[in-house]
């Protein structure tokens, strides 16, 4: 049983930065690829970033290209969302995710975290 738990999220101002973190079961990231969506009130969840299980091959929305790093240290079995430059518009619930296929669709994950809630105020 995968399980993830994130941590990291608050409320900031507009241009500041948070980094999020998700730590998951021994030996996800040898078998699974890791990704981060978020979802804010009323809309669908949707990709942000997505990362190989080997950490050679990362992903990024084109909202947040530019601003956002994901990295993962499979050593220590986390995943992180560095976020620079936040924008009141960043404001979501973000939620870890793990699954077989290296995706961006929400479908392709069959293991979540409960999610983090990050608010940003301009």
């Known amino acids: 049983q995968v399980q993830l738990v994130e941590v990291g999220g608050g409320l900031v101002q507009a241009g500041a930065s948070l980094r999020l973190s998700c730590a998951a079961s021994e030996r996800t990231f040898s078998i699974y690829h890791m990704a981060w969506f978020r979802q804010a009130p009323g809309k669908e969840r949707e990709f942000v970033a997505r990362?190989?299980?080997?950490?050679?091959?990362?992903r990024y929305a084109d909202s947040v290209k530019g601003r956002f790093t994901i990295s993962s240290d499979n050593a220590k079995n986390t995943v992180s969302l560095q976020m620079n430059s936040l924008k009141p518009e960043d404001t979501a619930v973000y939620y870890c995710?793990?699954?077989?296929?290296?995706?961006?669709?929400?479908?392709?994950?069959?293991?979540w975290g409960q999610g983090t809630q990050v608010t940003v105020s301009s």
């Open positions: 990362i190989s299980w080997t950490a050679y091959s990362a």
């Open positions: 995710a793990a699954g077989p296929r290296l995706s961006t669709v929400v479908a392709d994950y069959p293991y």
